[in-house]
């Protein structure tokens, strides 16, 4: 069997779990912000040993080394554990998923029987936090505050097709310590009574509980399991790397100049002694020798030596001259734009744009990518909605957390000031032709209640960047009729 036939069986035993079992070590209790020590309430394995890339990146350092027998051997999320960092277009794309989605966010609360904000539950998510960034002041701690624990939402969401998380709460079970995510390759789903129900380590711990959390990415109607992102890109990567030591051993044998030596066997027969030319048996064992001799005397040189041979031999060059049997170029160019498609990255974020894309090529592709990178900040966002709201029940307050990702900001910042006037000049337009109230473009405008009932300025007027007043335009096709906007004479 093949490594891509092995790479298949794994997409078909694709939730096949890590044969590593933590029945033996217990990992520490986690702390509180300040140094005060809290108790686990549930026992979903995590961060010491508990997922398949638990020892990265020292594992996969040492791994680098890919071949078939590594290859071979992996299951498909140790697989993605080692080439996201060994696959440079793979390595990459995550680049790119963490630090453009991680664009920054913001929440607020919702009463339940009302479309009023909470401010008493604000400031309780404010303080947890606030929580989670103190440090801990007894001993080592890994950083626990949110926008690390959104980059790695991010990741799993890439490398995992899902995101699974708990809330681990203190001894008195009246508040939540801190977030805990948990890796979704150690999760398996068993129906229990017509219901999906989350175990770890075969069955053997129960992950029913209100603080615990799953979200999929992209799940099927009958699979709880979420699908990553980047699993089409495997197969044609693992083609990739096989066609890159093909290249390989191709260069290496005909990319670079070797010696080329051939023995004169006319000279060297008549150097024969008469006693040994006439035995077919001693000749053949004589012309061997030689052959031997030759080969260890040059095999010892330097670089730098110099050749001094009899005119038995004679010495000319082979390989490195070109003439290659066929071009690679177009080859890796199509492998190329699969593994684009396979990452979900395209070629402006990867670098690649070709001579014939153009600027407004390049925008497409962005607006395309961001499009897809905001629908995994939805998920993102969804399984936050659900942790905070738990939160604030734990507290004792019932409310609807409401999380968005603020959006991904890729132009400059006179770019950005350009299209808010642009925009402001609309909203002042719409008022100055009593389209809209004051109080509508007030909202409009900055998002909340005028401060004056009417425009401080009266009779200002709207000007474009040029400084002149906004007025009707011709349309100048002569097809068109000629038709003039008049409205501003009106």
């Known amino acids: 069997m093949g490594m891509l036939d092995n790479l298949r069986l794994n997409f078909i035993q694709r939730f096949a779990r890590s044969s590593r079992s933590n029945a033996t070590s217990n990992p520490p209790a986690p702390e509180l912000g300040g140094g005060s020590r809290i108790n686990r309430v549930s026992a979903a394995t995590h961060e010491i040993g508990g997922g398949l890339g638990g020892s990265l990146p020292r594992r996969s350092k040492r791994e680098l080394a890919l071949n078939d027998r590594t290859l071979n051997s992996s299951s498909l999320f140790d697989l993605i554990d080692i080439l996201m960092d060994a696959h440079p277009d793979i390595s990459y794309a995550l680049w790119n998923f963490i630090r453009l989605g991680n664009s920054g966010y913001s929440y607020t609360v919702k009463k339940l029987d009302s479309n009023e904000e909470y401010p008493e539950a604000i400031e ?53 310590a801190r977030f805990v995510l948990v890796d979704p390759a150690t999760v398996e789903f068993q129906i229990v009574d017509g219901r999906y129900i989350p175990f770890q380590d075969n069955g053997r711990i129960n992950l029913d509980i209100p603080t615990f959390f799953y979200e999929g990415i992209d799940e099927k109607i009958d699979d709880p399991y979420g699908r990553s992102p980047i699993l089409g890109a495997l197969n044609i990567v693992l083609f990739q790397m096989q066609v890159l030591n093909d290249l390989k051993a191709v260069v290496h044998n005909q990319g670079y100049p070797r010696l080329d030596l051939t023995i004169v066997e006319e000279v060297l027969l008549k150097r024969m002694p008469i006693t040994v030319r006439n035995n077919d048996e001693k000749k053949e064992k004589w012309l061997r020798d030689r052959l031997n001799e030759i080969i260890a005397m040059y095999s010892k040189l330097n670089p730098d030596d110099v050749f001094v041979h009899y005119d038995s031999l004679k010495i000319s060059e082979a390989g490195g001259k070109g003439g290659a049997l066929f071009d690679p170029d177009k080859l890796m160019h199509v492998i190329d734009n699969l593994i684009q498609s396979g990452v979900k990255t395209l070629s402006t974020l990867l670098g690649r744009r070709g001579a014939g894309q153009t600027e407004s090529y390049a925008k497409i592709e962005i607006k395309l990518y961001l499009t897809g990178l905001g629908g995994i900040q939805k998920y993102i966002a969804s399984f936050m909605e659900k942790m905070l709201t738990v939160y604030l029940n734990i507290r004792g307050k019932q409310g609807v957390v409401e999380f968005r990702f603020r959006p991904i900001e890729i132009r400059t910042e006179l770019e950005q000031q350009q299209f808010e006037s642009t925009r402001l000049n609309n909203i002042a337009l719409l008022y100055d032709r009593g389209w809209i109230s004051q109080e509508e473009a007030a909202q409009r405008a900055v998002g909340h209640a005028p401060d004056s009932p009417e425009p401080r300025v009266p009779g200002a007027v709207v000007r474009n960047s040029d400084g002149q007043p906004v007025s009707g335009t011709t349309d100048t096709n002569p097809r068109a009729g000629g038709n003039t906007d008049a409205s501003d004479n009106q």
């Open 124 to 176: 309780d998510i404010e303080l947890l936090f606030k929580r989670l960034k103190t440090p801990n002041m007894v001993g080592f701690e890994r950083s626990k505050s949110l926008d690390k624990l959104i980059d790695q939402m991010f990741l799993s969401a890439v490398t995992r097709g899902a995101i699974s998380g708990e809330l681990l709460l203190t001894p008195d079970k009246k508040d939540v």
